[in-house]
C-alpha cells in the first residue's frame, strides 16, 4: 500500500515564525507535491519536485519554499507566517511520467494566529 | 479564466439514480484528466483516470472526455448514500520550469444521495 504521511495533522503558529511541514512517501516516487486547500478556492498547487534538489513553482509560490534532500522527503517551509497562509496542506507524490495517480497524505490543518 | 472550471453544486440526486458531474477546461491543460472523490476532512483518492477522446467504465463509474468541446465528465450509476462526497476534476499543466506536470484542480462539485 502506498504511504504519504505528513508530521502533523493539526498545527498552530503564532504571525511570524518559521513553519516547516514535512511529508514522506515510501513508494519510491519521483514526484511529489504541495497543495492548500481553502473553502470556495479548491486545491492549489504550491510547488512540486520531480527529483532530488530540484523544484518547480506551482500556481501559488508566494511566501512558501521547498526543500527536497532525499527522494523520500519534501518539505514545505513558511519563512515568515502570516494569517492568510491559514489552510490545510496537503502533500502528494507520483511515479515522474504524466499518466500515473497521485497520491495524497492525510493533511496538516495549519491555523496561524 | 481557471484552468479547470467545476459547478460547485450541491447536486443532490435520489438513491439509485445517475448522478452527472461535469467540467471544462483551458487551452492550458493537457490531456489527461482525472477524477477525485474526497470526503469531508479527508483527502482527495483518485477514482478514474481517462486519457482518449470517448468513454471509460470502471464499475458503477463512467468517465467522458470530449476534446474538442474541451469537456470531461463522470457518471455514477445506482447512486449510493455512500457516493455523497466532493468530486475534484483535474487535468495535467505544465509549469514554467519546463519539468514534470502538475495537476491542476477544479474547485469540486458537492455531490449528495438522498435515500
Known amino acids: 500500500d502506498v504511504k504519504v504521511t505528513q508530521s502533523s495533522r493539526y498545527l498552530v503558529k503564532r504571525t511570524g515564525e518559521k513553519v516547516f511541514l514535512e511529508c514522506v512517501q515510501d513508494?519510491?516516487?519521483?514526484?511529489m507535491f504541495w497543495y492548500r486547500q481553502d473553502p470556495g478556492l479548491g486545491l492549489r498547487l504550491i510547488y512540486f519536485s520531480y527529483d532530488v534538489k530540484m523544484k518547480e513553482k506551482g500556481d501559488i509560490p508566494e511566501g512558501y519554499s521547498v526543500s527536497r534532500e532525499k527522494k523520500e522527503r519534501f518539505s514545505l517551509i513558511l519563512e515568515s507566517a502570516s494569517t492568510n497562509q491559514t489552510s490545510m496542506y496537503l502533500c502528494a507524490s507520483s511515479f515522474l511520467y504524466s499518466y500515473n495517480e497521485q497520491f495524497f497524505g492525510p493533511g496538516t490543518r495549519l491555523t496561524v494566529l | 479564466q481557471k484552468e479547470v472550471e467545476q459547478n460547485s453544486g450541491p447536486l443532490s440526486v435520489p438513491e439509485g439514480a445517475i448522478a452527472s458531474l461535469n467540467c471544462t477546461y483551458s487551452d492550458r491543460v493537457s490531456q489527461s484528466f482525472f477524477w477525485y472523490r474526497q470526503y469531508s476532512g479527508k483527502s482527495p483518492e483518485l477514482i478514474m483516470s481517462i486519457y482518449s477522446n470517448g468513454d471509460k467504465e470502471d464499475g458503477r463509474f463512467t468517465a467522458q472526455l470530449n476534446k474538442a468541446s474541451q469537456y470531461v465528465s463522470l457518471l455514477i450509476r445506482d447512486s449510493q448514500p455512500s457516493d455523497s462526497a466532493t468530486y475534484l476534476c483535474?487535468?495535467?499543466?505544465?509549469?514554467?520550469?519546463?519539468?514534470?506536470?502538475?495537476?491542476?484542480f477544479g474547485k469540486g462539485t458537492h455531490l449528495i444521495i438522498q435515500p
Open positions: 483535474a487535468g495535467r499543466c505544465k509549469y514554467s520550469g519546463g519539468g514534470a506536470d502538475g495537476l491542476t
Open positions: 513508494m519510491d516516487h519521483e514526484n
